[in-house]
């Protein structure tokens, strides 16, 4: 089996108009050639920064799910404000190449600089979605910060993470140097895609900076600021040489820290 898989990172410009955003993104998509096994994924708030109900936010899902059968791949659409039976929650899901789709996390910490958590309710959803060619997590955003649920995604089985983030420019490096360390301290795969072409509503810039890092800390992507889709290509052969040389899963799992995350595991359902 070949070892070899490729993810699509879509750095996508938010504009107000939901309609011309997914149109441009299935125009963009379209263009692209399916060569291997391959996961595309989106920024977070990537269509609006509003809260869906999940009877709208279904509809534009439904287009992404037909052009993931059209296309044959899997897709992380990044994520999205959601109410559902009357709780707001900032929520990702993963379509399969059949055009399904499920939620795959939901955000624990929504942001409390940002004032999030005014309307967005704490989640407890972090599922590991097995790929056939991969296993994947997703973290949305503020919950890369919180070291203890990007640890028990790695647990869980978890190969490549996948971070849709929407960061201000003055806070990009920041991201980096936490992606990095998310990487090797799990030996996984990390993957923050950025939002771009947008701001925060403090006014600082959000001007992309997506990054993709290897399980041994090194950074193997790494984008500008425009709208961009960019390719790399994932080895499992990599991952499995870094987690033989560096056991830091194993050691939690033979240490009395193997007990808190059993506790984690309960908490945050799957």
């Given amino acids: 089996m070949n070892s070899e898989f490729e993810l699509i990172v879509v750095q996508h410009k938010r504009?107000?108009?939901?309609?011309?955003?997914?149109?441009?993104?299935?125009?963009?998509?379209?263009?692209?050639k399916i060569e291997k096994n391959s996961i595309i994924v989106l920024p977070e708030v990537w269509l609006t920064k509003e809260i869906l109900e999940y009877s709208t936010l279904k509809s534009f899902l439904t287009q992404l799910e037909i052009l993931s059968n059209e296309?044959?791949?899997?897709?992380?659409p990044g994520a999205f404000y959601v109410r559902e039976n009357g709780k707001a929650l900032s929520k990702s899901y993963i379509i399969s190449p059949k055009g399904e789709s499920k939620?795959?996390?939901?955000k624990i910490f929504?942001?409390?600089?940002?004032?999030?958590?005014?309307?967005?309710?704490?989640?407890?959803?972090?599922?590991?979605?097995d790929l056939g060619f991969t296993k994947i997590g997703v973290i949305?955003?503020?919950d890369a910060m919180y070291p203890e649920l990007s640890r028990l995604l790695a647990i869980r089985g978890a190969e490549l993470i996948l971070?849709?983030?929407?960061?201000?420019?003055?806070?990009?490096?920041?991201?980096?140097?936490?992606?990095?360390?998310?990487?090797?301290?799990?030996?996984?795969?990390?993957?923050?895609?950025?939002?771009?072409?947008?701001s925060y509503p403090d006014g600082r810039k959000v001007l992309g900076g997506s990054i993709v890092v290897d399980p041994g800390g090194?950074?193997?992507?790494k984008s500008g600021a425009s709208e961009e889709i960019v390719r790399v290509t994932l080895d499992k052969n990599v991952l499995e040489n870094q987690r033989k040389r560096w056991v830091y899963l194993e050691d939690v799992k033979k240490s009395a820290l193997w007990e808190v995350y059993k506790r984690l595991d309960s908490f945050i359902g799957y």
Avoid at 103 to 106: D, M, R
């Fill in 110 to 129: 929504p942001s409390y600089p940002m004032k999030e958590r005014n309307e967005i309710s704490p989640g407890s959803f972090l599922k590991v979605e």
């Fill in 163 to 198: 971070n849709p983030s929407s960061i201000p420019e003055n806070r990009v490096q920041l991201w980096e140097s936490i992606s990095v360390t998310r990487a090797s301290e799990n030996t996984v795969y990390w993957a923050s895609v950025i939002l771009t072409g947008t």
């Fill in 218 to 221: 090194r950074i193997i992507l």
């Fill in 140 to 142: 949305i955003c503020v």
């Fill in 15 to 32: 504009e107000d108009d939901l309609e011309k955003n997914l149109m441009r993104l299935i125009k963009n998509l379209r263009a692209i």
């Fill in 71 to 76: 296309l044959g791949v899997w897709m992380v």
């Fill in 103 to 106: 939620a795959i996390s939901e």
